[in-house]
């Protein structure tokens, strides 16, 4: 390869890692200002609807939580009422009550 090739693949490849990089800090933005605004509590989750990401924005979930929630909903069908989320492994009466703001049918 000749020098002038290699400094236009390194001009290129520079140029797609900055674009990279804008996206994800945009989409970095985006998540935090949803999470503030669930930590707000203007907005609910919807138990039967939201993906395990969305499950991940409330406080003291996580990814494995989220993901068991999920799991639950896919294996046992629609959640019949927000009680029925203890039945989720992980998830007691505390973690219930701190989370029971922001979660609907």
């Given at each position: 390869?000749?020098?002038e090739e290699i400094l236009i693949?390194?001009?290129?490849?520079?140029?797609?890692?900055?674009?990279?990089?804008?996206?994800?800090?945009?989409?970095?933005?985006?998540?935090?200002?949803?999470?503030?605004?669930?930590?707000?509590?203007k907005i609910q989750v919807s138990?039967?609807?939201?993906?395990?990401?969305?499950?991940?924005?409330?406080?003291?979930?996580?990814?494995?939580?989220?993901?068991?929630?999920?799991?639950?909903?896919?294996?046992?069908?629609?959640?019949?009422?927000?009680?029925?989320?203890?039945?989720?492994?992980?998830?007691?009466?505390?973690?219930?009550?701190?989370?029971?703001?922001?979660?609907?049918?």
């Amino acid at each position: 390869m000749k020098r002038e090739e290699i400094l236009i693949l390194a001009v290129i490849a520079c140029t797609l890692a900055v674009l990279n990089m804008g996206n994800f800090i945009r989409k970095q933005r985006l998540r935090n200002d949803y999470r503030l605004i669930v930590e707000a509590g203007k907005i609910q989750v919807s138990l039967n609807a939201a993906h395990a990401g969305e499950f991940e924005d409330l406080p003291g979930i996580g990814p494995v939580l989220a993901e068991r929630i999920v799991d639950y909903r896919e294996k046992e069908g629609a959640y019949e009422s927000l009680e029925e989320l203890k039945k989720v492994k992980g998830i007691g009466d505390i973690l219930f009550q701190k989370i029971l703001p922001y979660v609907r049918l």
